[in-house]
Nanobody
């Protein structure tokens, strides 16, 4: 049974930084594509960043240059470093992972098999 557990969310001020972590267990993490999604209040869940099992990364346009996704296969953990946070970054952030399917872009929720419970990020202006 694969489990993903997020941590690192919290309340910060605009311009601050946070690092989210997602610890995986129960599966071959090093072979999984991993991603971060977020769901702002009253809005749909949206893609934020992804890293393939080969280390290729992709980002939502509005976070490019501010957010960095990385993975540590020795620790079965994926990270999302968020700098220069803005009020519009406030959301519940979800970690997602799973085997990469042929042709998967890792930017869609349907690309992933496993999900964490989410961690709240609040950004005050």
């Amino acid at each position: 049974q694969v489990q993903l557990v997020e941590s690192g969310g919290g309340l910060v001020q605009a311009g601050d930084s946070l690092r989210l972590s997602c610890a995986a267990s129960g599966g071959p993490f090093s072979r999984y594509g991993m991603g971060w999604f977020r769901q702002p209040p009253g809005k749909e869940r949206e893609f934020v960043a992804a890293v393939s099992w080969t280390g290729f990364t992709s980002y939502k346009d509005s976070v490019k240059g501010r957010f960095t996704i990385s993975r540590d296969n020795a620790k079965n953990t994926v990270y999302l470093r968020m700098n220069s946070l803005k009020p519009e970054d406030a959301a519940v952030y979800y970690c997602a992972g799973g085997p990469e399917r042929f042709g998967s872009s890792l930017t869609r929720a349907t690309d992933y098999e496993y999900w964490g419970q989410g961690t709240q990020v609040t950004v005050s202006s």
